[in-house]
C-alpha cells in the first residue's frame, strides 16, 4: 500500500520571523520578504520595528528592494548578478523601481560587471527611464543601459561650451559607454574640443507651465449702451486644443499671456510647427506655437528669422544676412504646457515611504 500522507506546509509564524530578523539571520533578501509578510498580517512598520530593530525607512527599502530583485530574477540575470545581490546591494536594487522588469534585469548586470555603487545605480536607472521615453534609439548608441547613460553625457557635452567641463563629461560618457559605436559617437566631441566655433544663437524657447497662464478668449460687443439683437448676434467662441485656439465664422484667435516680448511686438502673426521641424535631434515630437514679429525686417546675426524663399516661409538662423525676403523676426517659441504621464501608480505605496 502506497503512502498518500503528503508533508503539511510550513505555518507563518510572525514570532519565529521577528526573532530571525533581531538576530539578522539569513539575507536581505529574505528580511524583506519577512517583512511584507508581517505587514501582510497586520503587523505595521513601528511594531516591527519595536521587535526586530529595522527601522521603517529600512524596512520599505529592504521590501522594495526584494520585489526588484524578484522581477530581475523572473526575467533572468547572470549568475554573478544573482550571487552578488544575494549578499549585499538592496540599497541600489531600491534605486531600479522605476524600471520595467525587462530593464531591472539588464540594469543589475550592468552594475555587476561595473562594479558600480548605489550612487551610480540611481544615475543609471534615471538615464535608463529617460532613454526608454525616445520614439526611437540615437544614432550610434544601442538599447544597452551603458549606452543609456553614456547618451545623456554625450547630450550634455554637446550642448556645452566650457573647456574643462565638456571635457569632464565627455569622459564620464566614455566610462559608462558599452559599445563602439557609442563611444565612436562620443570620441567625435574630443576633435571639436580645440576648435571652437560661434554656436547659433539659443532659441527663445518656453514653456506654458500652469492654467493661469492661459487666458480666456472672449468676444467684443462693442460699447455700451448695445442694443439686445448686437450681443445675441455673437457667437459661442469656444477655445480648443493645446494653446485654446478660439475659432470663429470671421477670426480665428489664440491667446497668450501677457509677457513683455508679446506685448511689445510691433507687427505680430503666429504660426505653427512641430518642434522636429524646428529643433534637430528633438526627442519629443509636440506641437510649437510661434511668434512672428512683422515688423522687424532687419537682420542681425542674434536671432531667428522668417524668409519668402521662393514662395514658401521658412524659419531659420542665418550667420551672414540672407538674400530672400525677410518677413520678420521669431519672438517667441512656446511649447504647450506639459501634460504628466500616468503610467504604473498602482503600486507607488510600496515604493514611497
Request: with cysteine.
Amino acid at each position: 500500500m502506497n503512502d498518500t500522507t503528503s508533508t503539511p506546509a510550513t505555518e507563518f509564524d510572525p514570532e519565529v520571523v521577528l526573532l530571525r530578523l533581531r538576530r539578522k539571520e539569513g539575507t536581505w533578501v529574505q528580511w524583506g520578504q519577512d517583512c511584507q509578510q508581517l505587514q501582510k498580517t497586520g503587523y505595521n512598520q513601528q511594531q516591527i520595528f519595536e521587535a526586530s530593530g529595522f527601522e521603517p525607512i529600512h524596512q520599505n527599502q529592504l521590501m522594495v528592494a526584494a520585489q526588484v530583485f524578484a522581477s530581475m530574477e523572473e526575467i533572468g540575470v547572470q549568475p554573478a548578478t544573482t550571487t552578488h545581490f544575494t549578499r549585499v546591494g538592496s540599497d541600489s536594487l531600491y534605486e531600479l523601481r522605476i524600471l520595467s522588469k525587462k530593464d531591472r534585469a539588464a540594469v543589475a548586470d550592468f552594475l555587476v560587471d561595473r562594479s558600480l555603487n548605489s550612487e551610480n545605480a540611481k544615475e543609471v536607472a534615471k538615464a535608463t527611464k529617460d532613454y526608454a521615453d525616445l520614439r526611437q534609439l540615437p544614432s550610434g548608441f544601442t538599447a544597452h543601459p551603458g549606452d543609456a547613460v553614456a547618451y545623456q553625457y554625450w547630450r550634455y557635452a554637446s550642448q556645452q561650451h566650457d573647456l574643462m567641463e565638456k571635457t569632464r563629461l565627455v569622459a564620464r560618457g566614455l566610462l559608462f559607454a558599452h559599445s563602439n559605436s557609442a563611444r565612436q559617437q562620443i570620441e567625435k566631441l574630443l576633435s571639436s574640443l580645440n576648435q571652437p566655433e560661434r554656436a547659433n544663437p539659443k532659441l527663445p524657447l518656453y514653456r506654458l507651465e500652469s492654467d493661469e497662464e492661459l487666458p480666456r478668449f472672449l468676444p467684443v460687443a462693442g460699447k455700451l449702451p448695445l442694443k439686445t439683437a448686437d450681443v445675441a448676434a455673437i457667437p459661442r467662441a469656444t477655445a480648443v486644443g493645446a494653446f485654446s485656439l478660439v475659432n470663429t465664422d470671421w477670426k480665428r484667435w489664440v491667446g497668450l499671456p501677457g509677457w513683455q516680448m508679446v506685448i511689445s511686438a510691433i507687427d505680430p502673426i503666429v504660426v505653427f510647427q512641430t518642434n522636429q521641424e524646428l529643433i534637430k535631434d528633438a526627442d519629443v515630437d509636440e506641437e510649437l506655437l510661434m511668434l512672428i514679429d512683422r515688423g522687424i525686417t532687419e537682420w542681425n546675426d542674434f536671432k531667428y528669422f522668417m524668409i519668402d524663399r521662393a514662395g514658401e516661409l521658412v524659419i531659420d538662423y542665418f550667420s551672414t544676412a540672407p538674400t530672400e525676403p525677410i518677413i520678420g523676426q521669431l519672438v517667441l517659441v512656446l511649447r504647450p504646457k506639459r501634460m504628466l504621464a500616468t503610467g504604473d501608480q498602482h503600486d507607488l505605496w510600496q515604493i514611497e515611504e
